[in-house]
């Protein structure tokens, strides 16, 4: 059984920092993109940040670029989220993400129909 378990999620200031972990069992994603969904209250899923599976590219939503960081250790099969200068829109709850397909490559994957696992979310809370 896959299973991808979030974990770092939580209360952070405005201005302020998270760090969120993802570890992948049932299945090695070390060729794989992995990638960070969230979904806030009334909204869809949308796109945060993927990694190709050598981490040679990251991709991110501008609503978070050159805030987040996004990397991975395969030998660990887990995928994190560094979250800096958080913002009150920013609060949401965060999916790791990762793909199964014979075809990945380095390709650029930011759809949720991109995506074959899911994690259960994170809820992450940003006070002003």
């Known amino acids: 059984q896959v299973r991808l378990v979030e974990s770092g999620g939580g209360l952070a200031q405005a201005g302020g920092s998270l760090r969120l972990s993802c570890a992948a069992s049932?299945?090695?994603?070390?060729?794989?993109?992995m990638a960070w969904f969230r979904q806030a209250p009334g909204k869809g899923r949308e796109f945060v940040a993927s990694i190709t599976w050598n981490s040679g590219s990251t991709y991110y939503a501008d609503s978070v670029k050159g805030r987040f960081t996004i990397s991975r250790d395969n030998a660990k099969n887990e995928v994190s989220l560094q979250m800096n200068s958080l913002k009150p829109e920013d609060a949401a709850v965060y999916y790791c993400?990762?793909?199964?397909?014979?075809?990945?490559?380095?390709?650029?994957?930011?759809?949720?129909?991109?995506?074959?696992?899911w994690g259960q979310g994170a809820r992450v809370t940003v006070s002003a």
């Open positions: 049932g299945r090695t994603f070390a060729s794989q993109p």
């Open positions: 993400a990762a793909r199964w397909s014979e075809d990945s490559g380095n390709g650029r994957y930011v759809r949720v129909e991109d995506y074959t696992y």
